[in-house]
């Protein structure tokens, strides 16, 4: 059935084309699972299934570039494989997925890919590609690093800033991490919040009693992510790296990433549909398991005007890519952290209602443009990810990934009709207008009308390559016009000072090398210091020496008034 889908042949009549920069009423033609034909009165061969979009808009199908499906997490299984995870992505106008393949530290990464693809290729429906997580550093990890992206065809990594003890990087790892990225063109995607601070303030908040949901919103404040965001993006500065930023959640760290921007450095930066359209009061709410559902990293921020900002931040291409972190959990796997916030495993579903969503809360409130929409929720991630113009683009010659999108039909979002997995939905009962009515992946038909028509294990596994020029264009300019050079000069040619020994008699570490073993070294005082004595001191002779120190000297007109003691 998948072979015969395949070499349909599929004329799509009468709407309008939307593309990242432009909108134009066009026919598509779609044949061997490539758009042929993009124009006005096309010249087709017969017996082509003709699909009616008068009305509607045609869109290059969605890319979501955040999705975990089959593996464990914090001692949890997510609720969705790779059948069911991109079924839903389908049913919601997402043509290619990108997952994450999460070793555990000190493990093989190779081994962690191997495994995942064998899951992957039985199951997937759509397209698919993997991110694969740098959880530990080490020589060994430097060359899996190489080998993936020589042979594997995997062009990304994820490194994580939290998560301490489980995943975290330092500073010099995450450094050299970046410059192995750098080396090999791969794109560095960097989960960035404090670590060390937010164990801190874990700890402290249950030692205060806290345990609920509203634990994760205490422990991990704006200014962690911030801070975080800051420090990530100046250390790929300094490994000449391009970063793409992930999870944004704050307008703190929305501000850093803008400002990074007006500098000139190479930043990349993707939200989550969530973090745009949700606030952190839902971890105040009266029933555990509506506030426990919310929890994701970093957490939903309890200002209001966050989610509002950061899609405005979507809108002028501060932030370049919407995911829709896809992870879900049931209540029973989220009661494991019903005593203990920091067991609630960090996860919210949302693969199946990111486009609509992001239509209802971008483009209907008039936030966004429907180009803009496209960028976000597809074309820029195929560029960032060296896909473009095979994916996230409708011309001749790409990939036929297409959703025929109705802008005016509306639905309810509801947990009961949902595809994707878990037993909570964070939209429900929101109305949203902008649904996908048809769906071709590959040029395949695989829903149409609400109904699903894809065999399991029909999808593929897409290889990417590395050094997309949309990242690293400006850095292999940078690296010939600034790179390091010392300054030619004659070697000095003068006396040196023999600073070890003078060193080592300051420091009273006995005789030196040569020196007779009788000389007595200098005593270095130890001990307690004496706090009546000052620090501050004065060498040499001064100008007052002559005059007689007096034990006590009456202040005729202090500050505050005159005073009658003597001091």
């Given at each position: 059935m998948a072979a015969n889908m395949g070499s349909m042949r599929i004329l799509i009549k009468g709407g309008k084309v939307v593309n990242d920069d432009f909108t134009?009423?066009?026919?598509?033609?779609i044949e061997n699972g490539i758009i042929q034909q993009v124009g006005k009165e096309l010249m087709i061969p017969g017996g082509a299934k003709v699909i009616d979009a008068s009305g509607k808009l045609v869109l290059p199908g969605g890319?979501?570039?955040?999705?975990?499906?089959q593996q464990t997490f914090m001692n949890a299984s997510i609720q969705d494989d790779f059948y069911s995870g991109t079924k839903a992505a389908l049913m919601g106008g997402t043509t290619m997925v990108m997952a994450l393949v999460l070793p555990e530290q000190h493990c093989s990464?190779?081994?962690?890919?191997?495994?995942?693809?064998?899951?992957?290729?039985a199951k997937t429906c759509c397209d698919y590609s993997l991110h694969v997580g740098v959880t530990w550093w080490g020589p060994k990890v430097h060359n899996e690093m190489e080998t993936l992206v020589r042979e594997h065809g995997v062009n990304s990594f994820q490194m994580y800033m939290a998560y301490k003890d489980m995943m975290m990087l330092r500073d010099s790892e995450l450094y050299q991490t970046l410059q192995t990225c750098k080396d090999i063109g791969a794109i560095a995607r960097v989960h960035a919040e404090n670590g060390e601070l937010v164990a801190e303030g874990a700890r402290e908040a249950l030692d205060l009693g806290i345990s609920g949901p509203e634990g994760i919103e205490i422990s991990r404040p704006e200014e962690l992510e911030s801070e975080a965001t800051h420090r990530a993006i100046t250390v790929a500065?300094?490994?000449?790296?391009?970063?793409?930023?992930?999870?944004?959640?704050?307008?703190?760290a929305g501000d850093m990433i803008a400002a990074a921007k007006m500098q000139d450095k190479v930043v990349h930066a993707e939200t989550t549909v969530a973090h745009a359209v949700l606030s952190g009061m839902q971890y105040y709410h009266q029933d555990w398991a509506h506030s426990a559902a919310h929890v994701i990293v970093p957490p939903l921020r309890l200002d209001p005007n966050t989610p509002g900002y950061l899609m405005g931040l979507l809108a002028n291409d501060t932030l370049s890519v919407v995911a829709s972190e896809h992870r879900p959990f049931n209540i029973k796997q989220r009661a494991l952290g019903k005593?203990?916030?920091?067991?609630?495993?960090?996860?919210?579903?949302?693969?199946?209602?990111?486009m609509s969503v992001i239509w209802e809360r971008g483009v209907v409130t008039g936030k966004m443009d429907?180009?803009?929409?496209?960028a976000v929720t597809s074309s820029n991630a195929a560029k960032i990810y060296n896909m473009y113009p095979r994916k996230g683009r409708i011309i001749p010659g790409a990939d036929a990934d297409v959703v025929v999108w109705d802008p005016d039909a509306t639905k309810t979002i509801s947990v009961t009709t949902q595809v994707q997995g878990g037993d909570f939905n964070l939209y429900e009962g929101m109305r949203c207008h902008g649904v996908p009515l048809v769906t071709i992946s590959r040029g395949r038909l695989v829903c149409e009308?609400?109904?699903?028509?894809?065999?399991?294990g029909s999808g593929k596994f897409y290889p990417l390559h590395t050094f997309p020029d949309y990242l690293y264009k400006k850095m292999v300019q940078r690296e010939k016009t600034q790179s390091y050079k010392g300054v030619a000069r004659d070697p000095y040619s003068g006396d040196v000072a023999k600073v070890a020994n003078t060193i080592k008699r300051e420091l009273g570490l006995g005789p030196i090398d040569g020196e007779s073993s009788n000389k007595g070294a200098v005593r270095v005082h130890q001990g307690v210091r004496d706090l009546h004595e000052s620090s501050f001191s004065l060498?040499?002779?001064?100008?007052?020496?002559?005059?007689?120190?007096?034990?006590?000297?009456?202040?005729?007109?202090?500050p505050g008034g005159r005073s009658s003691g003597i001091w």
């Open positions: 134009q009423e066009a026919d598509v033609y890319i979501d570039t955040s999705v975990h499906l990464l190779l081994d962690a890919y191997e495994k995942c693809r064998a899951l992957a290729d500065n300094r490994a000449r790296c391009p970063i793409y930023l992930v999870n944004v959640s704050s307008v703190s005593e203990d916030f920091t067991k609630i495993p960090h996860g919210v579903a949302g693969v199946q209602d990111r429907e180009n803009r929409f496209v009308n609400g109904v699903f028509m894809c065999a399991e060498s040499g002779s001064q100008v007052d020496d002559h005059i007689p120190k007096r034990s006590s000297a009456r202040i005729l007109a202090p």
